[in-house]
């Protein structure tokens, strides 16, 4: 490199200095003509990418550029040889050097341009930026590490936070539920209550030889009395049970028409005099595989609730038939039917139709009905005018474990 | 030469499932000699009310075994079943026939069908119903061919459908 000037006071040689400042810079220097090739560089460059003294004179400045990248970089010399100018190369882009040995390290690299004699010459600052690079690759990793861990701890307080909610809000239901059953069995216990006292009052009344009758009577009216309560306490607590989790479908196969032979010769003892109970069973098919009790629970709350709500003398009908994979269970009555204004509430917890106030009942049953069907995988749906409602109630015919 | 007794509840399904109904289940029946012993499994005992249990069914029949407490009675009932044999195997049961009439059920009369009996109740499709008067648990070994599919319930609620009045308990 030529190039020396003088000053009056120092006498001082600026071309050495300029030539040692380029030989001993802490950074590469190259500089190429309009074609590319090297013409001059510091021993900082050839060290940086791992060549030899004298190695890279002459050679193209492409050697120093990754393969993939050789291509475009032509493209990109031939336009600043166009328009030169002092600038950041690559910016906005992560730029590379390759080595001699033909590893990649990433690279920063300043240009600027000068002429001589006419020929115009672009010189390239590098500076090796791997240190760099790796601290913020590392920083970037912990960033993202951290980043991932804020994520994690946030969606797990969130979760968290759900959960306490729900729990809340359980807590909160069976509190209500709690309140709702202290309120729902003072008003319904009331009337078993005094009618089982008023029994046991004239029993101790009762001598002599008539009194066995009357005595049997009043014992009769006492176990049933006993058993709507008993009946009331199993729907409050069967709820309860539903609502802490607690209830888990256990399927087994089971034979639907026993069962419902069975049923109907239990519940036939709660019908009102002169009601007949008629069961019938479509299907060569018999067998179902379902959870016994929870079958066995829809069935007995719908039959009972057509006993109830039905008149003396009064047909009750079940029917079962299996179809397709199906079972499909209906029960019919022609008692006095759900009031078209009640029929959207009938399977909410404690709701009692409007004509059916004076008629002992939780108004819990068929809230459990729906709970137990949801459980197998069944479904509910019923038609009511006054004289005729069915509930049809449709489950798997087998049900997976 | 008569057929050999039947001395177990496993040869006694072998021989139903061998023939048909109507033609040969009265006569399989009557050389009936199975020990309580063998029947004993079968047996479920409930105090509010009697017990159904199935010893073998198929297309054809089902073989049922009905525990009565003291005092445990049956539905005035009937069903689809054409043909049904009713065997006491332990304690008695009294038989209550009915027949509906124009102002409702009419009573037929009563049988009694004790152990050991050599007649067996054969129901088809009429009304009735079975109660143990007690003081003693009562079995009986029921064959139904076809298998029920129907089961209608009279007069449910009232008094005559009600459960016999209990007997001495155990």
Known sequence: ?????????????????????????????VVVDERGTIRLHNPRLHSMFGYEEGEL???????????ALRAKHVAHRTAYHKHPAPRMMGIGMDLRGKRKDGSVFPVEISLNHFTVEDRMFVMGLVTDITLRYDA????????????????QRTAELRNAEQSVREALEKERELH?????????????????????MSSVDLIGRYTG???????????????????????????FLSLERIEQGQVECNPTPLDIVDLCIGLIEELRQLARPGQSLDYDH???????????????????????????????????????????????????????????????????????????????????????????????????????????????????????? | MPLPPIGSIRDLVRELMKHDANNAFT?????????????????????????????????????????????????????????????????????????????GLRSLGADWLRTGSPDLFRTGSAIHRFVNHGPARAVTLNLYAKPLSRWHVYEAGSSKARTAPPGPRR
Not at chain 1, 4 to 22: M, N, V, W, Y
Not at chain 1, 209 to 235: D, F, Q, W, Y
Request: with cysteine; charged share 25%; glycine share 8%.
């Open chain 2, 27 to 103: 006569g399989i029946l009557s050389r009936y000699a199975i020990p309580i012993e063998d029947l004993q499994r079968y047996f479920r005992w409930n105090n509010k009310h009697y017990t159904r249990t199935c010893v073998h069914r198929n297309a054809d029949f089902e073989l049922l075994v009905i525990c009565y407490e003291p005092g445990q009675a049956t539905s005035i009932h009937d069903y689809d079943s054409q043909n049904a044999w009713i065997h006491p195997v332990m304690g008695e049961v009294e038989v209550e026939r009915y027949a509906m009439g124009e102002h």
């Open chain 1, 1 to 29: 490199m030529e190039g020396s000037t003088s000053s009056e006071a120092g006498k001082l040689d600026l071309g050495r200095i300029g030539l040692l400042l380029f030989r001993n810079a802490a950074e590469g220097l």
């Open chain 1, 136 to 151: 913020e690759e590392a920083l970037h990793r912990t960033n993202q590490e951290l980043e991932e861990r804020v994520e």
């Open chain 1, 282 to 401: 479509t299907a060569d098919e018999r067998s179902v595989t379902l959870d016994h009790q929870m079958l066995n629970n829809v069935i007995t709350n719908l039959v009972t609730n057509a006993i109830k709500y039905s008149h003396d003398k009064d047909r009750i009908m079940l029917r079962t038939v299996i179809a397709d994979g199906r079972l499909s269970i209906s029960v019919m009555d022609r008692g006095m039917g759900i009031p078209l204004e009640d029929q959207q509430h009938l399977f909410e917890r404690f709701f009692r139709g409007s004509n059916a106030t004076t008629i002992q009942g939780t108004g819990l049953g068929l809230n459990l009905v729906k709970r137990y069907l949801e459980t197998m995988n069944g479904t509910i749906e019923f038609t009511s005018i006054p004289g005729n409602t069915v509930f049809t109630v449709r489950l798997p015919q087998h049900l997976g474990k």
């Open chain 1, 176 to 196: 209500a539920l709690k309140g709702r059953f202290v309120s729902m069995a003072s008003h319904e216990f009331r009337t078993p209550l005094s009618t089982i």
């Open chain 1, 209 to 235: 030889n008539e009194a066995e009758g009357k005595v049997g009577k009043h014992v009769a009216r006492i176990r049933t009395k006993v058993r709507e309560m008993t009946a009331m306490l199993n729907e």
């Open chain 1, 57 to 67: 004179d002459e050679r193209p400045i492409e050697v120093l550029i990754p393969d």
